[in-house]
């Protein structure tokens, strides 16, 4: 039984979005204004969030199913659930219409092909505030300005085709060639596509259907663990070979307060930096993230050596060059120290840098010898510095006799540089390899954890089943439910472990005074 204090809270929950209004309105019939019943968009609604919630289940027949049979007689007839012997019947036939209608006025997918760019937007921009809407109704404690993002795929409820049955179809005149991504599905799901994800077993795989980009916020750096719930602040459904780039930028334009430090994976520090990196400088926000593979060694650029986006000594040695961090299931303390002691002896021969990069990379930077990181021949004065302090000494500068002039920064007392993009996208605010990088790297977690969280089949099974629909503004809907449950869930624990809300909070409602419960046999008078 869902009792009538988490009834409540779904409604709470709902109605402070205002997302009833906003489908109500887009739902209008024709020019005079009327618009469709307001009850049948808002029970489709609640009964969606209380199967997700309760039962892990967006189907629309689930939906009617648990105003029904779930929620006690009282709630049945304030809702106006309950109109006799047919309520299931009437129900799912009203929860059919408003998602049929929801699918024809809010379409924008690939499916929809007799609308404007203009219009596809502003519908896009719709189904983004019904989701924002939402997330926003769980903004409780601090808001911390550290994000991190991922996506995950999950599949679509409708099949795809191969592609060798595609182009079968275009070769037998059955498909047209320019709309050869329409015929990617079976016709049901024409919004969504095929894309690639990770295994459990770390494989990558291939699926049809939708991936969602999610924004969590994590702990800021002097900000304590339970310092607020570590709730989706945003998200966005998309087919699933949707570039990430536009869809990430959206999120963080959309981020309910400022976004000064995002954590990401290597798929996204690889995009082209004038794509990516430049775009998150003009925005004033910091990214951390991993190396790829083909990412380590060194780069000589303006006769320094690069690693990892930072440019140091040019005579720092050459097996500094790739330092491989243990893998993520490492479980071995040692090798983890052996690595950031390695680390911390190449970040001695770092440039320092007199001012962070600009938006488009220059930096001025300052020999390691006179920022008193090492000492150094060339530089006077700072060998028996680094003797009295136990520093590190070059021992094989560049030779100021040689047939080449001594390096600029090696003779000036700083030096400007614009390094290319393939440093520039590996740039961030803390060393890499770091202990200091390591501690907010591994806030990526949180994104992550999201993921196994709601996918698990005892909480919100977000997995294929989940929901019977398709294109993207009901698969939209089905999601915001599943995040919206999820949000419900981690305030609750939160609220357990540290008493930060009041006991009166409207997410936290109780139900002190129910004993017990009553069955209504179907054909008992309701009233």
Known sequence: MITPAQVKVAEYILDSSGIVEILQTELTTDLRGRKPNVDSIRLYLLGTFLSVHHDGKAAISKAAKVLVKKICLEDQIRLGVRQGNDAVKQLSFDFYNVTRKISIVLGYGNSVTNIGDDERIRRHRVNTQIADRMMDV????????????????????????????????????????????????NGFDQDANWGKKTA??????????????TLVQVPDDDESIDAAPRLIVRFEVAPANEEIVDVTLDLINRAPHPVTDIIVDNHYHFKAFN?????????????????????????????????????????????????????PNETEPALHEAFHRVIGIRKTYTMRRINLPQPDGAQRLQCPALA?????????GTEAAAIAQGIPIITKPPDANGPEPLPACCTQQTVKVTPPDKVLKLDQQHYWGSKKWANTYRKRTYVEGSYGNRKNDSTENMSRGLFHVTGLPLVNIAITMVNASYNLRMIQNWQQRTNTLPGDHPLLQSDDDIVGFRFIRAGDNAA
């Open 200 to 213: 459990k077993d770390g494989t990558s795989v291939t699926f049809f259907g939708y991936e969602e980009h």
């Open 138 to 185: 769980f903004q409780v404690g601090p808001r911390s300005p550290m994000m991190a993002i991922d996506a995950t795929g999950f599949w679509a409820w409708a099949r795809g085709k191969t592609i060798t049955l595609i182009d079968a179809l275009i070769t037998a005149g059955a498909a047209p060639i320019n709309n050869r991504r329409r015929w990617s599905t």
């Open 372 to 380: 008193g990181h090492v000492g150094c021949p060339l530089r006077p």
């Open 275 to 327: 794509r990516w990196g430049t775009e998150l400088a003009k925005r004033g926000i910091r990214q951390h993230h991993d190396l790829r593979s083909d990412e380590h060694g060194f780069i000589e650029y303006g006769q320094m050596r690069w690693a990892a986006g930072r440019a140091h000594c040019p005579a720092t040695p050459d097996t500094l060059g790739t330092i491989i961090r243990p893998g």
